[in-house]
């Protein structure tokens, strides 16, 4: 069976391919059918712009696709919350805004909040075999099992192009992500590679299910 994926990103599709079983399903980009199009994400949800874009390159393919997409939300707020940035975290009424701008807003937003707010990544999945056909996926344990926390006080350290690793916190030890030690980040990357594995199952199940696997 052939799987279109919904982006040209490489990492992605290696990513993607090691969801199956060598030879099972033959994964590939839009770029290996020179498809290229520009697709209005015009979802409020990851689920959503995750099922425009598979839709959109559906209809460009006429094969399966899946595609998927991220949003970040601060998980103690109702999903529907004004303030919620979604699928939209550096765009903000209207504004894109840049890295200092981010961590400026975000900061801010934090310490309205008393000092820090949960937040995690949500990822939306949707596969489309055919008109019919389409199957949806929001991974809501793996936005549980990952969340962090976005503080009012910026760590002095700046990443360029990831503004927002400068207010984030690890919510156990109440260190920034910077300040932990390689000892810390090998206990952490050890009980992250647990519940990454869960997730990714339940992810497995999805695919299969989907596919008729």
């Known amino acids: 069976?052939?799987?279109?994926?919904?982006?040209?990103?490489?990492?992605?599709?290696?990513?993607?391919?090691?969801?199956?079983?060598?030879?099972?399903?033959?994964?590939?980009?839009?770029?290996?059918?020179?498809?290229?199009?520009?697709?209005?994400?015009?979802?409020?949800?990851?689920?959503?712009?995750?099922?425009?874009?598979?839709?959109?390159?559906?209809?460009?393919?006429?094969?399966?696709?899946?595609?998927?997409?991220?949003?970040?939300?601060?998980?103690?707020?109702?999903?529907?919350?004004?303030?919620?940035?979604?699928?939209?975290?550096?765009?903000?009424?209207?504004?894109?805004?840049?890295?200092?701008?981010?961590?400026t807003y975000y900061s801010g937003l934090a310490k309205e909040m008393g000092g820090k707010i949960r937040c995690s990544y949500y990822n939306g999945y949707a596969i489309v075999l055919d008109k019919e056909h389409i199957y949806e996926y929001m991974d809501e344990d793996a936005a549980e099992a990952f969340s962090f926390y976005l503080v009012d006080t910026p760590h002095h350290y700046r990443k360029e192009g990831w503004p927002l690793d400068s207010i984030s916190v690890e919510i156990t030890s109440g260190k920034y992500y910077f300040d932990l030690t390689n000892e810390e980040l090998e206990t952490l990357n050890k009980e992250k590679a647990v519940k990454q594995e869960q997730c990714r199952r339940k992810l497995r199940e999805f695919y299969y299910r989907s596919l008729g696997l």
Not at 79 to 93: L, M, T
């Open 1 to 103: 069976m052939r799987l279109l994926l919904g982006t040209s990103n490489k990492s992605k599709l290696e990513y993607m391919k090691t969801y199956f079983k060598e030879g099972e399903i033959e994964v590939f980009t839009p770029k290996d059918l020179n498809i290229e199009i520009e697709i209005e994400e015009y979802g409020i949800t990851p689920l959503e712009n995750a099922r425009i874009k598979a839709l959109a390159y559906y209809e460009e393919s006429k094969t399966p696709v899946i595609a998927f997409d991220s949003g970040m939300y601060f998980i103690d707020l109702p999903r529907e919350n004004e303030i919620q940035p979604g699928v939209h975290v550096r765009r903000v009424k209207g504004k894109s805004l840049s890295d200092d701008e981010m961590i």
